[in-house]
């Protein structure tokens, strides 16, 4: 007879599994996952603590604790360490974004089995914490964002050097996650085998009645973000006058949608608790982002909903071909594919895989098996 251990493997009668531990490096709490990052993030905690006992490390400002899944540990953040943390890295040639501004390395007590650093920010933390295995879950390549034409010059200043930094960062851990494949192609020369896709997918599937008749659309995304941003200007500028004046609506949700409030038809409705309401209420949703980095969670998240979602072909990176996304580029080709989804809502026949189910694939890969105690 033999037990099945949490890593997948066997154990020899008379001894007991021991659950792996697992630490997870994040310089934010993704706790409530309203953005797209912290969907990722919180569907790689809940894959982890299935398969071990895993806790979740935060470098910076706690946030809000409630709904966490797994034990926290909190690092403040004082503005002292932030300043010096910025000037430091600006004199040192590294990319801003990329390292926790500190001293030093807060130490996480004991020998983890594995080790996730969560983004770029957290590869030098995670590379001096004491583990059997390492990955670092870039999620989105900043250098290819760093390429992208519709990049701010600010930003464009502020990312200089991702490209070094995720190669250092590569040639450190035992294997590196990106969210779409244009990332792994991006990549693939400077950090090889060890790179590997892990999609991302929404949290959960929570499939909704058809709004029969409905003629409200739905946008949910951090309105501040610049490729959002530009495409729901864009959208708003182009494509809405022609919808609003056939009697579509428009509700906006995320942080920064205030400021739409002003055009006909549109309702902005900041940062809010839960979306379920919204999604019930639309008979789809949209995303008009043609640039940015990685697979948008705002798709994964509308099919998790059952709805369909209008997207532009740049903005579904990472999407596989699926009939409830329909693509349109041009202002003509939005008017018929949003009035073509109204008319014609049905069911999905087939919904994705959630994030969590992609992160327990991927996470069983690299955990140690076997491991056991008399």
């Known amino acids: 007879m ?56 935060v470098w910076g400002q706690a946030g809000a604790r409630d709904g966490a899944e797994v034990p926290v540990q909190v690092f403040p953040l004082t503005q002292w360490a932030f300043v010096s943390g910025v000037v430091r890295h600006q004199l040192s040639g590294r990319p801003l974004v990329v390292g926790p501004y500190s001293r030093g390395f807060p130490m996480v007590v004991g020998t983890w089995d594995l080790v996730v650093g969560f983004q770029l920010k957290t590869w030098r933390w995670a590379t001096v914490l004491s583990a059997d295995r390492r990955v670092l879950d870039i999620v989105d390549s900043l250098a290819r964002y760093a390429q992208s034409a519709a990049l701010p010059a600010g930003k464009r200043l502020q990312l200089r050097g991702a490209g070094r930094e995720e190669v250092q960062a590569g040639r450190m851990f035992d294997w590196v996650w990106v969210s779409s494949q244009a990332d792994q192609d991006y990549l693939a020369n400077a950090i090889g085998a060890k790179l590997q896709v892990v999609a991302n997918g929404p949290l959960e599937i929570h499939p909704l009645p058809l709004a029969t008749g409905s003629r409200r659309l739905l946008f949910v995304a951090n309105h501040n973000y610049p490729p959002n941003r530009q495409g729901l200007r864009w959208f708003l500028q182009e494509v809405w006058p022609r919808l609003v004046a056939e009697g579509f609506s428009l509700d906006l949700v995320g942080k920064g949608s205030e400021v739409y409030a002003r055009y006909p038809g549109v309702s902005a409705h900041g940062p809010v608790e839960a979306v379920d309401a919204f999604y019930a209420k639309a008979c789809c949703a949209i995303s008009p982002v043609w640039w940015g980095g990685g697979s948008q969670s705002k798709i994964w998240e509308a099919l998790g909903y059952g709805r369909c979602i209008v997207v532009r072909p740049e903005g579904a990176v990472g999407i596989p071909p699926r009939p409830e996304v329909e693509m349109a580029l041009r202002r003509d080709d939005w008017v018929a ?38």
């Open 2 to 57: 033999r037990t099945e251990t949490a890593g997948g493997g066997d154990v020899e009668p008379g001894t007991a599994a021991v659950r792996p531990r697992i630490l997870v490096l994040s310089t934010r709490n993704p706790y409530p996952p309203r953005q797209g990052d912290d969907v990722r993030l919180v569907g790689l905690l809940r894959a982890a603590a299935t398969l071990g006992d895993t806790t979740l490390a």
């Open 337 to 374: 594919a949003v009035k073509k989804v109204a008319s014609g809502a049905k069911p999905l026949d087939v919904f994705p895989t959630t994030v969590t189910a992609q992160m327990s694939r991927a996470l069983s890969t690299v955990l140690p098996t076997n491991r056991s105690q008399a």
